[in-house]
């Protein structure tokens, strides 16, 4: 499940305070870092939690479990609660379909017919589909290097999914699920910028949570009824909500504010790299050696479009 170009822009940072000297700022410096690769771990690892999870309870009902889990714990954070202004609530309703209902109920979809590892890895595409719907909207063709970037990306994204849409049938499927929830997020990522500047991250996350609970629950509370529940899977779904759709927020925010959101961006281009890991090292999947090189080749073409639009501005 974002973002920084995979979840979404985050609070307007405030300046940074003087570098403190000496062992605090090594205590900074460390800190900062931790911030830095925190968000990209655990969303990386979260495409293991939904495997795991899928062992005892339904796609729909892990869905609904794991936004549950994540409003209640984004609500203990006192920034989160903050009201928004009425004429943005149609908009954060609009976000929760798009942001988190739709694309959260797809990739568990998905993965009962692809590995958490492929699902992972097609998410190194977000980037790219964001800066594709942002440019539908702004009318306005990006410049040369940003192009590039966005071939090349794309292009690895084809060839993370060729093996599976070479088997055709359940795997062609699941491709196509786990693209329908990359879509989502880049029209979302578009929608959020604007709300996040003016409200700030979590405040429009936290409501937009709420309504996605609502969106999800008709499909949701009946499998989660009907879940039987070992303690592995368990905790992998509580580790989805409370970590991947909760703490992983909070912490991607904290950097921002530290760092500037543009660098707590980063954390993103992990996320491939770690779904791929822990499907090969905890669940034994195996990836085709073409889509490796692909989710390779399209995190280096997320990487040139950013600093080609980080050039720019």
């Known amino acids: 499940m974002t973002p920084p170009t995979m979840r979404a822009p985050l609070d307007i940072a405030p300046p940074a305070p ?13 800190a900062d870092w931790l911030l830095l690769v925190g968000p990209g771990l655990i969303w990386g690892a979260s ?19 794991r936004i549950l889990v994540g409003f ?21 309703l609009l976000l929760g379909l798009i942001w988190l209902a739709l694309p959260l109920s797809m990739f568990p979809l998905a ?9 992972g890895m097609m998410n190194g595409a977000n980037p790219l589909f964001v800066a594709i719907v942002a440019a539908a909207f702004s009318r306005r063709i990006p410049g040369r290097d940003v192009l590039v970037g966005l071939g090349v990306g794309l292009a690895g994204t084809v060839l993370v999914a060729l093996p599976s849409l070479s088997l055709g049938g359940s795997s062609l499927v699941g491709v196509l699920l786990i693209l329908t ?12 910028r604007p709300l996040q500047l003016r409200n700030g991250a979590l405040p429009v996350i936290w409501r937009a949570q ?15 009824l009907r879940a039987h529940w070992t303690p592995g899977p368990l905790l992998s779904v509580l580790a989805l909500g409370a970590l991947g759709t909760g703490v992983a927020y909070v912490l991607l925010a904290v950097a921002a504010g530290r760092m500037g ?23 034994g999947e195996h990836v085709a050696t073409l889509s490796i090189v692909g989710g390779a080749v399209c995190v280096g073409g997320a990487w040139l479009m950013r600093r080609a639009q980080l050039a720019v501005h």
């Open 47 to 65: 495409f293991l939690f939904i495997a795991e999870g899928l062992q005892s309870v339904g796609p729909n009902g892990l869905t609904f479990a």
């Open 181 to 192: 929830g990359v879509t989502c997020y880049g029209f979302a990522l578009n929608l959020a």
């Open 261 to 283: 959101a543009t660098r707590a961006a980063a954390t993103t281009f992990l996320i491939p790299g770690v779904a791929l890991l822990l499907g090969w090292l905890v669940r």
């Open 111 to 119: 993965e009962q017919r692809v590995s958490s590892a492929l699902t």
């Open 210 to 224: 709420a309504w996605a609970l609502l969106m999800t629950a008709p499909l949701g509370v009946p499998e989660l």
């Open 18 to 30: 003087a570098a403190p000297a000496g062992d605090a700022a090594d205590h900074a410096g460390m």
């Open 72 to 92: 209640v714990v984004l609500g203990l954070v006192p920034s989160a609660r903050r009201p928004i202004p009425r004429a943005d609530r149609g908009k954060v």
